[in-house]
């Protein structure tokens, strides 16, 4: 069976979270890696030692993946926002999980959309193997809501 998809305009809280999550990371990660990368410079180039300079390059690269990371998640939050629909489908809930242990991360995975970020109130209700109608967005996988169609009437779905 394949999802029946349609989009829905995001509501101002959506739009509002998409836009806090594209902005704030960027705010705290820009001046972190000027700082990090002018500290590494001014190593790499005061001592010209074998060890100090691998380690001036390590860190440059991870500066680098840093900076992809962060520039990968921005992108993914202004798509969504851009678009300003969130898709909804009808897909069955194959698992769900929790990942971390001080701030959990809540993730379901459905039928024909894969993997999807859920919020730990959402997480608590959903049941395993039931068939949602869910909201959620395509760039970020972030699932807005889940509507469990089992407790429906046939006509209703």
Not at 8 to 21: A, C, S, Y
Request: net charge positive.
């Amino acid at each position: 069976m394949l999802p029946t998809e349609a989009t829905v305009p995001l509501t101002d809280e959506q739009r509002n979270w998409l836009r806090v999550n594209a902005i704030f990371p960027a705010l705290f990660a820009i001046p972190i890696v000027f700082v990090i990368g002018a500290v590494l410079l001014f190593i790499a180039r005061r001592f010209h030692a074998l060890p100090v300079t691998i380690f001036a390059c390590a860190g440059g690269l991870l500066l680098i993946a840093v900076t992809a990371g962060v520039a990968l998640h921005v992108r993914n939050n202004l798509r969504d926002l851009q678009r300003g629909v969130a898709h909804v489908v009808t897909a069955r809930l194959l698992s769900k999980r929790a990942t971390g242990r001080n701030t959990k991360s809540f993730y379901a995975t459905l039928e024909h959309v894969g993997d999807v970020i859920v919020m730990h109130d959402l997480y608590a209700t959903l049941s395993e193997q039931a068939l949602y109608r869910v909201t959620y967005s395509p760039s970020t996988k972030r699932c807005w809501s889940a509507t469990n169609l089992s407790y429906l009437p046939p006509n209703a779905r």
